[in-house]
């Protein structure tokens, strides 16, 4: 089917993630089982929540939320609203395409918004509709050998995982005077990856480390 100017409506929305590695994986099999999910994080508007005394129920406002009732999010960055704060993995009800609630573990003890200007979410879907990633590098926390960065995507939630592309981390020794150069995948603006609705990455590393920490950039739909 052709795509006709002025097709694609939906907005696009900044992308951004972080995962740590630490375990080796030689395997390269369709379901390794110690690679790390790479999930975006979104930056609500502030004050998102909506709390009614003596009810743990929170409503959420996260426009074009794309979740789905039994969705898994985390939700970090809050502050207090009503006497308790969101904080941590929660299943979600959905209400409508921009608001959805959550149970907290106590009882709310006011009636109110709020919730501050940095909560973020996290879900494990790459995308909503599809993704532009335009930038995937890692740096390790500690003194380490040369390593193979891995990449993966899977189509199922993490249950199979395919092997995309590897990328190189040098050894390295840390020092005060002296920079890392880092693993990069190479993706740019004009070269990204291109991911299908509801890919999730997924990133390992062939040598064991206290932490490879990998950063991912781009945009959803």
């Known amino acids: 089917m052709p795509v006709t100017p002025n097709s694609i409506v939906t907005p696009q929305t900044p992308w951004s993630a972080t995962a740590v590695a630490t375990t080796a994986n030689t395997t390269y099999t369709d379901s390794p089982t110690n690679t790390v999910l790479l999930a975006p994080v ?48 929660y299943q979600v009800t959905v209400l409508t395409p921009n608001t959805y609630t959550i149970t907290h573990g106590s009882n709310a003890t006011s009636t109110t918004t709020g919730g501050g200007s940095a909560v973020t979410v996290q879900d494990s879907r790459t995308s909503r509709n599809g993704a ?41 020794t840390v020092a005060t005077t002296t920079a890392q150069t880092g693993g990069d995948f190479g993706y740019t603006d004009s070269s990204p990856l291109i991911l299908a609705k509801n890919e999730t990455l997924w990133v390992g590393i062939s040598v064991s480390n206290t932490g490879i920490v990998f950063d991912a950039q781009g945009f959803g739909y």
């Open 42 to 89: 979104y930056l609500l508007n502030p004050n998102p929540f909506s709390v009614t005394n003596a009810s743990p129920t929170v409503t959420v406002t996260q426009a074009e939320h794309g979740l789905s009732t039994g969705d898994t999010i985390t939700i970090a960055g809050a502050v207090a609203v009503g006497g308790i704060t969101p904080s941590g993995a």
């Open 132 to 172: 532009r990633i335009t930038r995937l590098t890692a740096l390790a926390r500690a003194t380490n050998t040369a390593t193979e960065l891995q990449l993966y995507v899977s189509p199922d939630g993490g249950t199979t995982k395919r092997f995309i592309k590897s990328a190189l981390l040098a050894a390295y």
